[in-house]
C-alpha cells in the first residue's frame, strides 16, 4: 500500500520507530498458511462471494424501488470504499511489520550468541545505554502489571465511566487481555549537567502489543474495542527532591518532551474510525488526551513522601523563552505545476513553527519560491536540552497542502550561543533552505532592566499581530475557600477563568464542592507589567454563575519582593468569607546584548578575553565630588567656672562636679573623660573628622557631670557652625556655654587644607611628634582617599558558580566594607571610602576581595609611600590582585593629600604686616657684591629679521541659505566653533648648552672639587620636558628640541631648572623662570640665561613662539627647515598645526540589541589620539569639543576618525587627508562628512583647519647667515671667576632673571667719565621684548672656543664689563621692526626700557619694594612716558560672556493636595480597608525633592513649595510619585509624568493630574515656569505674593533671578612669601556659596565662570565676592548690594571693579546681571485669585482650657477637654503634651497624666517654665491632646492640637479661655 502524505500537523516517523518495527515483528503470524489454502478451490468461498455480491446490489435495489436519488447509493459506496481499503492497508502493514520483526528476532537470536563471544564485556555506548536488565523485567513482570490493569479499569474506571452519564450506565468490559508482549524500553541516557537535588534521566520506550479489550454499551446494544496499540517516544523522569531519608527521592515526574508516536486498531463499532479523514482526526485526538497529561508542558508528579509542594514540581518555572524570528525562505521546491507537470509552476508557501505542544503557523505567500514573512514569536522553552525547535514549509492548496520541507534545532543550542541567526537546509526534500533568529530571553527576579527590555521591544519589527513580550506571568492556581451556593443551596462546581488581555486560559473543574483545590498552573506573555492586569473569575462549570472575581495590577508585582506574590485574596462579588489562594511570579525576559555581541564577534576565549581587557576603562571616573572632603581637628584643652552639680546635704552645700564633654559633628559622637570633682576641669584631648564644606553643619558641645545612680546632670551646650570655623581656617578661643547660667569651655578648633604637595610632609610629621594630648590621639598628617570602581576576571568558587564579591579596605585599624555584589566575576562598587593617615611612610592600604566575606578571592597591598612618589599623589590604574588567577585586577583610585596645620607654615604667610625677611645662610652675601651683581651691563642679543606679528582671523561671510522645508535640513550647514577655536600658536625650546655649572660631586669630602652630571626640566602649564644627562661635565652641550601647543595666557611661565644626577638625590643647580607673554612678543630669542638662587652658571636656549599662518605657499620652508636640523632627542620640528571640531553626527546606525548607541569618536594622526566625551544613547549624538595636532608633513599625513559606541561597537570611521586641505581656501574645511562602514545616512559635521607654522628660524635657515664687521670681545684673562665683581648671574640674565615671585623694578644707570665708577640701584633684569629692543650686534667668543659665530646667532660676553670695557661697545645696534639700523647707546636703551618697566610694573614695584628698599629712581621723560603708554598691553574693558548667558528660568511647583488615594494599610489581613501614610517624590533631571509625610489620609493637603533654576529644555520630564510610608518598604500609590515643555509653553498649570498604574487618586499642582526679565516694576508684585503666601515646607518664592560671569582680575598683591598667588574666587549669597576653580600662579587670573543664584529680596540680599590664594590666604573681597543693580540700565553691571582688602591697583571684572521673576502666580495673588485647596480645612476635633501667666515663671494651667471626636466605642485614653518652640528638648517639654476612658476629661494641672518674660515671648506654646494607645492598635495618636504665640498673650493680667483643639494633617 502506499505510504500517505505528510500534512500539517502530523510529525514524521523518525529515528524512533526503528526499534519501534523491530519489536512489532514479533507478533508477526506465518503467512504461509494463507497462501496455501489460496491454491484450493472451496465452493463455500463461492458461495459466500455470490452472497456478498447479492447483499450489495440490495441498496441499490431498494433505492431504485423507493425512488432514492443514486447519488446518495454512489456516496455510500465510496465511503465503504474506502473503509475498505484503509482496513486492508493497515492489515497488510500490520503483517508486513510482524513478519518482519519475527524474521528479525530469529537473526537476531543467532547473531547475540555471536556478538557475545566477539565483543568484551567491557563495552560499552556511553550516549544511550542499553538496559536489557530491565527488559527481562518488564517480561517476567508483565502478566502481573496486567493483572493489576485489568483491576484498574474493572474496579475504578468502569464505575466512574458509569457515573458520569446516565447513558452510559450499562457499560462493561467484556474482555481485557494486555497480551504476552510487554512493554520494551530500548535505550537510557542520563544527564549529568543537570541541577544539583535531581536526576534526569531520559528512557526510549517502545511499545508494539498484542492487547484486546473489548468494551459493552448492553442498552444500546453497542460494542468497541481495541486490538493492538503500537506507542514509541522518549519519556523523560525526574527524580527530585533527593532528600536524606528513605525513599531518598520525594517524588517522580515523568513527561514526553515530544508527542509519542501512535498507532490504535479498533474493533466492532470503532472501526467507523477507520474511515478516510476519521482515521487521522482519531488518532490525533486520542494522542492529545494523552499530551494533555504527559507531554510537555504537561508532567505526571507521583509524590513518595509527605507535605510535598507538587504544584511547583508539576509545573516549575521555565528555562528560558525562544524569541523566533522566521524572516524568510529561499529557493523552495516549485509543487504547483501545470499541464500534468509538463509546465512547472511556483509555489505558496507557509511555515508551521512547533516547541513541543506551541505551535505556530505563519501567513502564506502566493507564487513565490523566495517568501519574505519576517514575523516573530515567541516560545516558553521547559526543558534544555531535550525540548527541539520544528519548521516545516508546506505550499497551500486547495485540496491537501503539498510538504516543501522541514528543519529540526534542539534549543539547547540557543540558550548557549543567545542568538543564532542562520540559514537552515529543508530536509526530506531536494532544495530549500529558511532563515531563522532565534533569541535566548533569560528570566530575571528584578526590575533592574525592565526598561532597557521595554526600550529595545519598542525597536523590534514584525509583521504578527502580537508584539514582543517583556515579561511572563506564571500563575500557580492553588485553592478557593468558602465559596457561595448554588441557586438552591446546592454546592457548586467551581471552575476558575484567568485573562490577560484577550488571552484566556480555564482551569480544571472540582465537582460539588465549595472548598476546590485546583493545583493549576498557565503562564502569560506580557508586553507592559506597567500597564496590565490579571482578571480572575470563578465560575461554576456551567460558565454563567459568577461565584467570585479579583483583579491584580501587575505593578503590585513590580514593588514585590523576587517579583512573586504568594496569598490569600478576597474574592469581589462573592460569600463574606471567600477566598482564593493564587502564587504569581513575574520574571523579566532580558537578553544580553554584551554576551550576544561577544559571541557574534568570536568564540575563542582567549581573543574574548584580549577584546573585554581591551574594551574596559583605563582609569577610574569618579564623582566630581571625590577627594573634597576636609579634617576638622578639635582641640579640647579646659573648661572654667562650670556650674556644681553634686550638691551635699540637700543643695545646703555647695559641692563640685565631674564634668565630661560630648561633642557630635557630621554624625560623628566623641566624647572625653571624666574629670572627677573639678569645676575648672583640663582635659588637653584632640579629635578628628573628615567633612564636607557643605552649608549647615555644626558642631555641637554638651558638658555634663558624671553621676553614678542617676541620670548626668546638664551643664551646658553651644553650638559653632561649620561655615565660620572654615573661613576663619583657625580658630582659639573661650566659648561660653549656653542654657545654664556660667561657664565656658577653651577650645582650638582648625579646618585643616589639603594638598598634594609631598615636600609638606615632613614639617608636618615634625609637628606631629611634637604633640602630645591625654587621650593618646595622634594627630593625622595625611587623608587617604579611595575609590573603588570595578574588578575584572575574579576566580570562580569551587562549586564553579560566580561569586558574591565584597571588598574590604582596611588601613591600620580602621576597616571599610563595599556592597556586596549580585554573583558576577566583574563585579561594580562605584563606592569611595577615606582614611586618616598617621604616617604615610609606614602605613600600608590593604583590599581585600571575598565572596559574602567567608570565601578569599584575592587581595591588593598598597603602600602609602608609593604614592608620595606619584605625580599629584595619586595612582588611578588597574592592579593585579595576589591569591587570585593572573587576569584577576582590580581598577581603584587612590589620591594622598597632605594636611597643613596653619602651625606648619611660614610665620609671613599668617602676619598681616609684612616682616623683615629672615636670610638664610645662603643669602647671607656682602653689601658689595648684591650691590655689584645688580649693576653689570646687560649683554645684548642680536636679531637682524623683522618680526612678524601673527596673523588675525578673518570672519568668513556665511552665504544665504535656501529656505528650509523639512526636518532634515534643519540641521546646522556648518559648525559654530567657540571664538577661541585655532588660536593656540607652538613654543618651540631649543636647548643648546651651559657654562659654568655649579661643581656638586666633591671628592675625599669635599677638599677635592669634583663635577656634576646636568640635565634639565623645562615646565610649561603642567607639561614637563626632561634632558639628557650629561656625564661629568660643567659646561654640556645638549642640543635638544621641544615644542608645546599654547595658548596665549599672559599669566603663564616657562621654568628651567637645572639638577645634578645623583643616586639618591638629585641636587639643585639653578634655575631661570621666563614670561611667556615676553617669548610671544619677541617671537624669537636665542639667548644665554644666567642661573638664579646659585652662585654662578648659565644655560644657552633658543625660545621661539612659531604664529599659525594659513599661506600654503609658507610649507616648503617648513619642510626644509625639518632635512636641515638635527637634534640630540631626535626631534624634528613641526610643519603645521591641525585643529579639529567635531561638532555633532546624525543617523548613526543602531546597536546590534536595537538600541541607540552611546556615541564617542576617538581620533588619531600619527602617534596622537584624542578621545570625545561619550554621549548618551542617541543616534544624532553632539560633541562641540575642539582638538589640535602638531604635523610634520601635510602631504603624508592622514586624521582618522573612528566613531564607537562606548569604544566597543563601531559605529563607522572617516580618513582625512591633510593634503585635502591645502587646497581649500584659507586651508579650511567646515561641513558635513559621510562616514565609512555606516548607513548611507549616517553623516559627521566637523570644521578642520591647517595652519603652517611660520617658522623665524626658516628664514634663518634658508637665507645665508651675514658677517658682522665687528671684532668678537674675547674674555680678559685677568678677571678670576670666582670673585663677586666677575659674576654674571645677574646682568648676564636678560629673561626672567628675577627670582621668583619678585616683580621687576626699574633702575637708571649712568656711567661718568670722571670716577669710572658704576653707580646703580637693586634691579632686576628688562624682560625680553626690552631687550630685543636695545641689542647690540657683539660676536663673542667661547673661553673653550676662540671661533666666531654668524651674526644670526646670539652673541655674549660671560664676565661682567667693568665701565672702561663698556666704552669699548660698538654704538650700533639693530632696530627692530625694520631692515634699516639706527645706532643708539647700550645705556640709553637700557635707561629707556628700565624707564619703562618701571611705569608699567608700578603696582607691583611698591610691592616688591616692602621686601627690598630701592634707591631714588630718575623721572621718566615725557616721551618715554607716551612710548610707555602705547606698549603697555590693553585690558578689556567689558567681559565676552557665553550667547547662553542670563538664559535660564525657574520651574516653581506648588504641591497643594491630592484626593482619592489607594488605601494601603488594611485591618485584619485585609478585610478592613485602613488609610495610606502618602507623600510625594519630584524628580527634575536628577534632583529630587520629597514632601511631608501626612498621617492616616487618603486626602492629604501638603501645601509645599519647590523652586528649581534650569534652562528650558522641552524634553527634560518632570517626575511624580506617590508612596505611602511604610516601616518595611513604602507602598506604590501612583505616578505621572509630564514634559517641561508643556510647563514652558503653559506658562502657568493649576490642576488636577490623575495618577497612573494605579485604580484610583489624583494629584493638585500648580506648575510655572517663571521667566526671568530685566523690569524692575514687577519686583513689587513678587514681594507681595511672598508676604501673602505661606508653605508648610517654609519655603519662600524668590523674587529675581542673579547670573553673575566671574571673568578675570588684575594686579592682585602677592602671597606674604613673596610667590604669586594661585587665585580662586568665592561667591556668597544668602546661604548658597560657589567656588571658582584655582587658577596657576599669577597675578592676573582668568576663569571665564558663570554661577546662578535666587534672589529672594533684592533690596536686602547681597553678594560677597572673596579672593584667596589656594581657598587658605585672603587676597580681597567685593560685596555687590542687589539693590545697586535695580538703578542699572537692564538691571545690568559690566565692568571693572575694585577690590577691599587688597592693592589699590587690584580690581576683579564680572558681569552680573539682575532679573526680575515674572511669575504669573504673583498677578493672580495680587488680584486676589491664586490656587484654591479643595480638601477641607483640618476639622475641630474638640476644645481644650488653658491658662496661661507669668510671674518670675512662665506658667500654663490644663483644665480640661470638652467635646472631643473619635470613632472609638471605648472612649479614649487621653494626655497633653506640651512643648515650648522652636525648641524640642527636654527642658522645653511637658505632659500630663493619663485620663482613661472618658471624651471630657479634667487634668487640673500646672507646670512651669524656667525663662524670662522677653525668652517667653519669643516663644509658641504648641498643645498636642494624644491618645495613649498600645502598640499594636491602629488609632491616631494625635487627636487634636492647638498652637499658642505668646507673643499675643498678657503675661500681667493672665489668659484662661477655651481653645479649639485642630486635626493634625502633617
Known sequence: MAEKTPEPGSTPVGTEEAPAAAAAAEEAPSSLEPLERSRRIDPMAILWTFGKCLTALLPVYLAGYYRVSTSLVAFGLVVYSGWKHTREAKEARLRAAMQTL????????????????????????????????????????????????????TESIAPSIRASSTHLQTLCFTKIDFGDKAMKVVGVKAHSENEKGQVLLDVYISYVGDVEINVEVKRYFCKAGVKGIQLHGMMRVILEPLIGNVPIVGAVTMFFIRRPKLTINWTGLTNLLDIPGLNVKSDTMIMDAIAAYLVLPNRLTVPLVPDLHVAQLRSPLPRGVVRIHLLEADNLAATDNYVKGVMAGMSDPYAVIRVGPQTFKSRHKDNTLSPKWEEMYEVIVHEVPGQELEVEVYDKDPDQDDFLGRATMDLGRVRNAKVIDEWFTLKDVKTGRVHLKLEWLTLEDNTEKLEQVLKRNETVLSKTADPPSAAILAVYLDRAEALPMKKGNKEPSPMVQLSVQDVTRESKTCWNTVNPEWEDAFTFFIQDPQKQDIDIQVKDNDRVQTLGSLSIPLSRLLSSSELSLNEWFHLNQSGPDSRIHINTVLRVLWMDETAVSSSLLSSDPHS?????????????????????????????????????????????????????????????????????????????EMYEVVLTDLPGQDVSLEVLDKDMDMKDDFMGRLKIKLTDIIKAQHVDEWFTLNDVKHGRVHLALEWLPTVTQPDKLEQVLRYQAKSLYLNKAVPAVALLFVYLETAHDLPLKKSGKEPKVGAELVLRGTSCKTTVCDRTSSPQWNEAFHFLVQNPRKEELIVKLSHCWDFSLGSVVIPLRDLLSQPDLRLDQWLNLDGASPESQILLRAQLKIMCPKVTESPREHTETPAKPKTSIQEKKPEKELTQKSSEPLVPVTITSSVTAAEEMETEETPEEPEVTSEADLRPLHTSPDPSFGTEGVLRVHLLEAENLIAKDNLMGGMVKGKSDPYVKISVEGTTFKSHVIKENLNPTWNEMYELVLTTKPS?????????????????????????????????????????????????????????????????????LQSIQAFQNKASPSAALLFVLIERAQALPMLKGGKEPKAGAELVLGGTSYKTKVCDRSTSPQWGEAFHFLLHNPNEDTLIIKLQSGWEQPLG?????????????????????????????SQILLRAQLKILASKMDRKVVKAPEKHSEKPVEKPADKPADKPADKHAAADSSLGGRSEGRPPASAVQSAPAASQEIKQEVKTTPRLNELVASTVQIAVARPDEKQKLPAADVSHDPPSLEAKDSSKAPPSVAAVGGDREEPITASESESKDDHEQKHSDRAAERSHEKLHPTAPVKPPAPEEKKETTKSKPSLPQHTSPDPSFGSQGVLRIHLLEAQNLVAMDSLMG??????????VKINVGGTTFKSHVIKENLNPTWNEMYEMMMSPDPNLEVKFELYDKDIDSDDFLGRFRIKLGDIIRSQYNDEWFTLSDVKHGRLHLVLEWVPAVTQPDKLQQVLQMQNSQSYQNKASPSAALLSILIERAQALPLKKSGKEPKAGAELLLGGTSYKTKVCDRTTCPQWHEVFNFLVHDPSKDMLVIKLSSGWDQPMGSLVLPMKELMSKPELLLDQWLSLDGALPESQILLRAQLKVLNSKMAALVALGAGPVLSNKQAATTGQIRLSLSYQKKLAVVVHACRSLVTSSKEGLDTYVSLILLPDKNKATKRKTAVKKKDLDPEFNERFEFDLSADDARQRVLSVCLKHSSSFMSRDKDIIGQVQVDLAQVDFLSGVTEWFDLKEDNN
Not at 519475527?102 to 556478538?115: D, F, L, P, T
Open 1213 to 1241: 570611521s572617516l580618513v582625512l587627508p591633510a593634503r585635502e586641505l591645502l587646497s581649500k581656501p584659507e586651508l579650511l574645511m567646515d561641513q558635513w562628512q559621510s562616514l565609512d562602514g555606516a548607513g548611507p545616512e
Open 1052 to 1120: 603663564s611661565e616657562v621654568l628651567v631648572e637645572v639638577f645634578d644626577k645623583d643616586i639618591d638625590k638629585d641636587d639643585f643647580l639653578g634655575r631661570v623662570h621666563i614670561s611667556l607673554n615676553e617669548i610671544i612678543q619677541a617671537q624669537y630669542s636665542d639667548q644665554w640665561f644666567a642661573l638664579n638662587d646659585v652662585k654662578h652658571g648659565r644655560l644657552h636656549l633658543v625660545l621661539e613662539w612659531v604664529p599659525t599662518v594659513t599661506q600654503p605657499d609658507r610649507l616648503q620652508q617648513a619642510l626644509q
Open 1470 to 1479: 485585609g478585610m478592613v480597608k485602613g488609610k495610606s501614610d502618602p507623600y
Open 102 to 153: 519475527c524474521e528479525e528476532h530469529e537473526s537476531s537470536s543467532a547473531i547475540g550468541v555471536r556478538s557475545k563471544r566477539d565483543l568484551p564485556a567491557w563495552v560499552n555506548f556511553p550516549d544511550v545505554e542499553k538496559v536489557e536488565w530491565l527488559n527481562k523485567v518488564l517480561q517476567q513482570a508483565w502478566p502481573f502489571i496486567g493483572q493489576y490493569l485489568e483491576k484498574l479499569l
Open 608 to 684: 574574548l578575553a584580549a577584546k573585554r581587557r581591551a574594551s574596559r576603562p583605563k582609569h577610574t571616573s569618579p564623582d566630581p565630588s571625590f577627594a573634597t572632603e576636609g579634617v576638622l581637628r578639635i582641640h579640647l584643652l579646659e573648661g572654667q567656672n562650670l556650674v556644681p552639680k553634686d550638691n551635699l546635704m540637700g543643695g545646703i552645700v555647695k559641692g563640685k562636679s565631674d564634668p565630661y564633654v560630648i561633642i557630635n559633628v557630621g554624625g560623628t559622637t566623641f566624647k572625653s573623660n571624666v574629670i572627677k570633682e573639678n569645676l575648672n576641669p583640663t582635659w588637653n
